[in-house]
Nanobody, 125 residues
């Protein structure tokens, strides 16, 4: 079992930045892919970023060039650096962990087994 706890959300003006953290416990995530999803009120959940166990990042078109996903395996933590934030980025952001080791498939919620509760990000115009 993996427990995930997100932090770093908050209120920011458009154009600003936030860094979200996802701290994992229960087992090491160093051999697993990790992802971030977001859900805004009245909208479908959107998968926004993933990082492979090797450390390669992948992004939704809506955030590409503005968001950066990274991991610190020594701290068992994954990060989402969000720059140039827009009001449409407002959502609850949750991280996810793949229960498999060394998987080559990491895009999409169905590839993940463990989920955090989420942290609210609000971008004002």
């Amino acid at each position: 079992q993996v427990q995930l706890v997100e932090s770093g959300g908050g209120l920011v003006q458009a154009g600003g930045s936030l860094r979200l953290s996802c701290a994992a416990s229960g087992r090491s995530i160093s051999r697993s892919a990790m992802g971030w999803v977001r859900q805004a009120p009245g909208k479908e959940r959107e998968f926004v970023a993933a990082i492979s166990w090797r450390g390669a990042g992948y992004y939704a078109d809506s955030v590409k060039g503005r968001f950066t996903i990274s991991r610190n395996n020594a701290k068992n933590t994954v990060y989402l650096q969000m720059n140039s934030l827009k009001p449409e980025d407002t959502a609850v952001y949750s991280c996810a962990a793949d229960g498999r080791y060394y998987s080559g498939n990491y895009w999409g919620p169905s590839e993940y087994d463990y989920w955090g509760q989420g942290t609210q990000v609000t971008v004002s115009s």
